[in-house]
Each structure stands twice: as C-alpha cells, then as structure tokens.
C-alpha cells in the first residue's frame, strides 16, 4: 500500500465512528447514517492526495457528510417518513423514552435548520465554523438556529417531554 492510501486508512479508522454518530443525528436512523459514512468516507478518499495537505481534515469530513445528507434528503422528498413508534397513544415520555422523544423532534426540522442545529449543539461548533460549512452568513445561522431550538422547545412542551427533563435536571442538581 502507499503512504497516502495508509494515512487514509487510519483516518477512515479514527473517523468514521463520529461520523455515523453525527449521521444518525442528522437522519435519524443508523442504516441512512451508515450510508452517508460510506459516501463521505468514499468522497473523501477520492480526494485524499488533496485533502491530506490540508490541515482541516475533520472539517472536510464534516462539510462532505453534511452535503452528503442534504443531497439524501433533496432525492427522498416526498417518500414516507418512517418514525421508531406508532403516533396513536400518548403517553408521558419516561426517561429511558426522552432520548426517542428528542430525536423524533429533531426529525420535525427541515434539514438545513437540522444540520444547524446538530452541528452547534452537538458538534458543538461556533457560528463561523458551521456558516463556514454551509457557505452563508453567520446571521443566517443564528436565525436556523434559534428558530430549530424554538421549534424544538415548542414540540417537546406539546409532548411534556421539556417539563419532564426540567423535573429530572432539578431532582439531580437538588
């Protein structure tokens, strides 16, 4: 094997477990997310000579997963959204249900508002960085990203997840 294609390896290694993580937020299911690890991992490896010189490699990576997901989701408009539960019985979320409830929500945002709020606030990065990686404005990123915590706010108080995990911060800090 070459150097360039050993180095590559060992970064698809150290990656790619991230990057199915930070999938999955995006789309919300492991087999989509395992796919868009292969088509970033398989992107990125195309242009590995290039890539490699650059010292933003995990940038790259992130940008080509984030593209990677939109592209999915301009091709799968109008299919069924598949959900991990049937909608018929409400029920109070217990807290072994909360992280279901809360990725449901996060299923509810259009995906370039999705992708904003998962890379701020789970990938915690800056303003810049993320408007960096979407190629617009950082006013632009504010607003998707205030708007997505609004409508996240608004959805886990109609399901009583939010008082909930309010009542479960308390129990645990008092």
Known sequence: MTASVEEFTEF???AAARLRRTAFLLCGNWHTAEDLTQTTLARMFVSWRRISRQEAVYAYAS????????????????????????????????????RMVVLDALATLPPK??????????????????ADLLGCST????????????????????????????????????
């Open 12 to 14: 698809a290694a150290g």
């Open 63 to 98: 940008r080509t997963l984030v593209n990677a997901y939109l592209a999915d989701r301009r091709r799968r408009r109008g299919r069924e959204v598949l959900t991990g539960w049937l909608p018929e019985t409400a029920v109070e979320p217990r807290t072994c249900e909360v």
């Open 113 to 130: 508002m999705r992708v904003v709020v998962v890379m701020r606030y789970w990938a915690d990065l800056s303003v810049e960085q993320v």
């Open 139 to 174: 006013g632009n990123v504010k607003s998707q990203s205030a708007r997505g915590l609004d409508k996240l706010r608004a959805i886990l108080e109609e399901d009583g997840t939010q008082a909930g995990l309010r009542e479960k911060r308390d129990s645990t800090n008092g």
